[in-house]
């Protein structure tokens, strides 16, 4: 028969190796991080107006790496909201531009006429196999352009915007 204490020790042993290789692990970042594209995708414009110039990856191989757009309005209209996009008609993932304020309603320009803009696009928001797109624009004079789904959803997010109630302040 075995000795009670050297299995008890047994025991803690198994334990105590078990614990140190898992904190290992979680301390040298082993665990599975979110899968963050390693390539840079094509950016590519949905609004006749609005030219890519280029695009940049920044931050390579960290979580919060990104793609840097730089984007000129040559429409010679201000731009009021501007939507890029990755992903298709089943699964988008994207971030607007957006000038309508929440307190006053009251619609800012974001991008004036003939100038040239840069928006970070998160690389962990790149749908694998799908360009970034320039997807859709709100102008100042009350026109749109660029992909009919995506232009439904930035009306959707200004009637949003127009609707919601302010947040009263603290005293």
């Known amino acids: ?26 301390a040298h970042g082993q665990q599975k991080a979110p899968e963050v594209p390693s390539e840079v995708p094509s950016v590519i414009s949905q609004v006749k107006a609005l030219e890519v110039i280029r695009w940049d990856l ?11 757009v730089k984007i000129k309005n040559n429409s010679g209209k201000p731009i009021i909201a501007v939507t890029l996009e990755s992903g298709d008609d089943k699964d988008a993932s994207g971030l607007t ?14 991008v004036k006429p003939d100038e040239t803009f840069e928006i970070r696009f998160a690389l962990s928001q790149v749908l694998r196999g799908c360009p ?7 102008y100042a004079d009350g ?9 439904e959803g ?17 005293q």
């Open 143 to 151: 026109t749109e352009d660029g992909d009919e789904k995506t232009l």
């Open 154 to 170: 930035m009306r959707s997010q200004r009637e949003h915007l127009k609707n919601k109630k302010p947040e009263k302040l603290p």
């Open 1 to 26: 028969m075995r000795d009670p204490v050297h299995a008890s020790r047994a025991v803690m042993i198994v334990v105590a190796v078990t614990t140190l290789a898992f904190f290992d692990r979680v």
């Open 97 to 110: 531009l957006n000038g309508i304020h929440e307190v006053d309603k009251t619609p800012s320009v974001v």
């Open 58 to 68: 920044v931050d390579a191989g960290a979580r919060h790496a990104g793609v840097v």
């Open 132 to 138: 970034i797109r320039v997807a859709g624009v709100f």
